[in-house]
């Protein structure tokens, strides 16, 4: 079958793109859901994220995202704190 099928993006590639978003507006903390939801949203409109397979990632649930942000930015707080930042 020669059709691609948009799928939703990944965690990896979501969290990746929330990341950007984070560093882009300063570092600031406090809108890492809005970061994660602009960041799902901008790599499912813009066609970044095309595939073979329909939705394999599938939905996730607010309280994973909740999750996987704060994980994320915790990583940041580390990488920043052995930085000498």
Same mark, same amino acid.
């Given at each position: 079958?020669?059709? &691609? $099928?948009?799928?939703?993006? =990944?965690?990896?590639? &979501?969290? %990746?793109r #929330?990341? /950007? &978003?984070?560093?882009? !507006?300063?570092? *600031? $903390?406090?809108?890492?859901?809005?970061?994660?939801? #602009?960041? /799902? !949203? $901008?790599? =499912?409109?813009?066609?970044?994220?095309?595939? =073979? @397979?329909?939705?394999?990632?599938?939905?996730? %649930?607010?309280?994973d995202?909740?999750?996987? &942000?704060? $994980?994320?930015?915790? !990583?940041? *707080?580390?990488?920043?704190?052995? @930085?000498?930042?």
């Open positions: 079958m020669n059709e &691609i $099928e948009e799928r939703f993006p =990944t965690r990896d590639e &979501i969290e %990746q #929330a990341y /950007e &978003i984070y560093l882009e !507006r300063g570092e *600031r $903390e406090g809108d890492e859901l809005n970061d994660w939801y #602009a960041a /799902e !949203r $901008e790599l =499912t409109e813009s066609g970044r994220v095309l595939g =073979t @397979a329909p939705g394999a990632a599938g939905e996730l %649930q607010t309280e995202m909740e999750k996987m &942000i704060e $994980e994320m930015y915790e !990583r940041s *707080r580390a990488a920043a704190a052995g @930085a000498g930042g």
